[in-house]
């Protein structure tokens, strides 16, 4: 469902949105997530790490959504006055390129508020093992309300300027639906039990969420920093171009979203138990799924990237971004993939090295794409992100094998490479002998559906196989083996 949705409100974009005004809309709402990631004061990691503390044998939470929502809004009014008195430099650095983005500067305001208590809501929803509704809301609800915006700007239903207040508004109507889903499930209270919390409790808390403020902030940073360099160096012409490749290449860490929604609950308990053993265990499973799921959907992007070029409307504009999908998606691939150390060490006694990571990844991507960009314009963008990901994830994982003795690697990851490795000679194979052949006997469009679909079934079909006969993992050969019985096959 989330896939579908990104398609549609994708062809949307590309459809009936200008290079420029794709990118006023991603530059506002990175913004706004930027916003929304500060204001927090790391409520999104320390309401993970202290609600098993505030839980209690009768499942109370002792006032825990209370503070959840006190503390973001102490925040949220910080930021927003520091907001308003950096307007002056932002604006100046963005004025020469990305004009247009100054103009509507106030509207992140708002949406930072929104994308804030998103994630608020969602964290609650999250310590409660209540994912479902929250990720239907987000990845579906908000993409259904955005393509209705799209369609009415396109249409000149609307202007530009209502076309920005209504893309925030999509936003507000999320956050009221995730509030009314949580007091739905009747096990929040907004009276705080103000005995409960402890000195003890108060000062770890207090403690850790400054830390936690840092990391969020740097941490929504590293993976937007390309975006405003972009749009501060290039301009929203490139920086669109720049974002409908970059929003190609995250769909293969969509799986990871759920994944580390549901595991994130289990890790921090086995942290806090000092079960190291579950924990390493819990690390390898997520690390394994996710390197295996996100291999197999870059790659199905990858072999087929031209040919969504030729599909996409206004591809030829586009594809400009070709290498951008490449190295951010490989960027995207290793992070969603290892970056769940970086989760053990934010739930770990050590969490406040995390602050060291986060902050060095962000200046290492900002030096990196400052000498990147002007050499190879957005591609560089991307390039110096993407050295950026393989020098911060080395040491990360380095210093948790270290540290805490735990870390996501296993020997399986090593078939997977040789698997990928496999379907790529086999893809270079087929581009090479039957591409030609089939491009010269069909009429254009035909050839090209018939060259990518056949080219898609084969070596997505060998790699599965692969997968399966490798043992790569006991979860996918006993579901392969549960739904293969149920159309009767036995394997």
């Keep these: 469902g989330a896939f579908i949705g990104f398609l549609v409100t994708f062809f949307i974009a590309t459809k009936f949105l200008r290079p420029e005004e794709i990118g006023l809309v991603r ?12 204001s927090q004061l790391g409520i999104s990691f320390s309401g993970i790490r202290f609600y098993p503390y505030f839980k209690d044998k009768k499942n109370n939470d002792n006032g825990f959504f209370f503070w959840t929502l006190l ?14 008195l950096f307007k002056s430099p932002i604006a100046s650095y ?44 987000r990845e579906i609800g908000i993409r259904c309300m955005t ?22 508004c999509v936003y507000g109507i999320a956050t009221v639906l995730n509030l009314i889903y949580l007091f739905s499930l009747r096990k929040i209270s907004l009276k705080p039990n103000f005995s409960f919390v402890h000195k003890p409790l108060r000062n770890s808390f207090l403690f850790y969420t400054l830390f936690a403020t840092l990391i969020t902030f740097t941490g929504s940073i590293m993976g937007k920093i390309d975006v405003f360099l972009v749009g501060g160096q290039l301009g929203l012409e490139d920086t669109g171009i720049y974002s409908i490749a970059f929003y190609i290449a995250i769909i293969v860490e969509i799986p990871y979203r759920s994944l580390v929604a549901i595991s994130l609950p289990e890790i921090s308990q086995s942290i806090k138990d000092k079960n190291v053993k579950h924990t390493n265990l819990l690390c390898k499973k997520v690390s394994l799924h ?32 070709k290498w ?34 986060t902050f060095g990844l962000v200046i290492v991507t900002i030096m990196a794409n400052l000498y990147f960009i002007p050499i190879f314009g957005m591609t560089g963008a991307s390039l110096g992100t993407f050295l950026s990901y393989i020098f911060y994830i080395a040491l990360l ?20 490479v040789f698997i990928i490795g496999f379907m790529l000679g086999v893809s270079w194979m087929w581009k090479t002998f039957l591409t030609p052949m089939l491009i010269s006997s069909l009429q254009s469009l035909w050839a090209l559906v018939l060259n990518a679909t056949g080219k898609t079934f084969l070596v997505m079909g060998l790699g599965l196989i692969l997968v399966y006969t490798l043992k790569v993992s ?15 096959i036995h394997i």
């Design 474 to 488: 006991e979860d996918v050969n006993s579901l392969a083996k549960k739904y293969a019985g149920k159309i009767g």
């Design 290 to 321: 996710q390197f295996l799921i996100g291999c197999f959907i870059f790659l199905l992007i990858w072999i087929n990237i031209d040919f969504i070029f030729a599909i996409l409307p206004n591809g030829h504009i586009y594809a400009n971004g």
């Design 27 to 38: 530059i506002l709402l990175e913004a706004g997530l930027i916003f929304g990631a500060l």
């Design 324 to 357: 951008v999908v490449f190295f951010i998606g490989l960027a995207r691939l290793i992070d969603s993939s290892f970056g769940v150390g970086l989760s053990v060490l934010n739930f770990s006694k050590h969490y406040y090295y995390s602050l060291l990571f």
């Design 94 to 137: 963005f004025s020469k390129n990305s004009a247009l983005f100054v103009d509507y500067y106030y509207f992140i305001i708002p949406l930072g508020f929104f994308f804030l208590y998103m994630v608020v809501f969602e964290t609650n929803a999250n310590v409660l093992m209540r994912i479902v509704v929250p990720k239907f809301i």
């Design 71 to 84: 503390v973001p809004f102490i925040g949220f009014l910080l930021v927003s006055l520091c907001f308003i």
């Design 397 to 416: 994982l380095a210093f948790i094998k270290i540290k805490l003795n735990v870390l996501p690697l296993s020997f399986n990851l090593l078939k997977i």
């Design 147 to 168: 393509v209705v915006v799209y369609l009415l700007y396109a249409f000149k239903f609307i202007s530009l300027d209502y076309f920005v207040v209504l893309l925030v």
